[in-house]
């Protein structure tokens, strides 16, 4: 009797997978009141009063945490509204939201909706601080993981891939997201650190605007919920579908290198050791790299995948051995398509 049941709640959450998967994000009648991700947004809203900060950021569903340009206004990804979807945005991507990442993007968008609301960036002093806003963002990132120039907050690791590099305006919300997190203990995290200077200074901006009321601006809405009309599965199928084509192949010879042939008696499937250590693949390329963790798991899957195709082997007493040339191989991948936007041999 408990087999059936168990059997009949997998073919159930089957059943619901498939439904969700064709059907258009548009028609899923989303919607961010009363749904598993509003009691985070009330909670940030305390955060920022509990800061003497009276302006409160409005929220909208999309495909994507951010801000639209120069709108203060924050995004949040659409299945962190709905049970299901989160349980298949963890299947297919490897990874969901918990409760404690989703209030660091909602401190760091904050800090982005905070800038824009109140026109921050034009400010000298803003400048003088964080750099010129108008610079173009830099795709092809060159982290500097060991800098104390900025804070860590979205890559909190000690060797994090140091998020706030990318621009001014993230340089800025990072350090902002940093300064309002309750508990914090900046002032002495960052203590002899040269990003102190920023979070003094972002200490000393927040008294200024405090409780004054932001000038009025457009509330324009970037890829809202209702306007994404792809099907959940192109959806998700366009997310890997772009680093699985330029890995495909390439890879084959690489892996090959870190797998050669074995007379061991003890062989163990190259797939099952990447598969074991998936996380760790995944967060050691993204923290090298620049590039998200959700687009390294495209690469590390690809590889797992390949292994397993080409039926790649090892000996379990190389484990160790295997396990080192797997890292260096998905951090050398990873931060090759992150310089470049391409593999190549």
Not at 7 to 17: F, K, Y
Not at 119 to 147: A, H, I, K, N
Not at 326 to 343: C, E, H, K, M, P
Request: aromatic share 10%; hydrophobic share 35%; net charge positive.
């Amino acid at each position: 009797m408990p087999d059936t049941r168990i059997r009949s709640l997998v073919q159930g959450w089957d059943t619901v997978r498939y439904e969700l998967l064709n059907m258009r994000i548009c028609d899923l009648s989303l919607r961010i009141e009363g749904s598993p991700v509003e009691p985070f947004a009330a909670r940030l809203h305390r955060e920022l009063e509990a800061k003497g900060i009276g302006f409160k950021p409005g929220f909208y569903l999309t495909d994507a945490w951010g801000c639209p340009d120069r709108v203060p206004i924050i995004g949040i990804p659409f299945y962190l509204a709905d049970p299901r979807l989160q349980r298949l945005e963890e299947e297919q991507t490897g990874e969901v939201e918990d409760g404690a990442t989703i209030m660091r993007f909602l401190r760091h968008e904050a800090g982005h909706a905070l800038n824009y609301a109140y026109r921050l960036w034009l400010r000298p002093d803003w400048v003088e601080t964080f750099g010129v806003f108008t610079r173009p963002y830099r795709d092809e990132f060159q982290p500097q993981p060991f800098s104390r120039s900025f804070v860590r907050h979205l890559d909190s690791s000690p060797y994090g891939r140091t998020y706030a590099q990318k621009h001014p305006d993230d340089d800025f919300a990072e350090t902002f997201a940093v300064w309002l997190t309750p508990r914090s203990a900046w002032r002495r995290r960052y203590h002899g650190w040269p990003a102190m200077r920023k979070l003094r200074y972002v200490d000393a901006l927040m008294r200024s605007v405090d409780r004054t009321s932001p000038p009025k601006l457009r509330t324009r809405r970037y890829r809202p919920v209702e306007a994404l009309r792809l099907p959940l599965a192109e959806h998700y199928g366009n997310k890997a579908k772009r680093l699985r084509r330029a890995a495909q192949g390439y890879v084959d010879d690489k892996l090959r290198e870190i797998f050669p042939a074995s007379r061991s008696k003890s062989l163990q499937p190259a797939g099952d050791l990447l598969r074991g250590h998936r996380e760790e693949l995944q967060e050691r390329a993204a923290r090298w790299s620049g590039l998200d963790v959700k687009e390294t798991i495209a690469i590390v899957g690809k590889l797992e995948e390949r292994a397993r195709a080409l039926q790649l082997t090892y000996a379990r007493s190389r484990s160790a051995d295997r396990l080192l040339d797997a890292v260096a191989l998905v951090v050398a991948l990873s931060i090759q398509y992150a310089t470049s936007g391409r593999f190549s041999g």
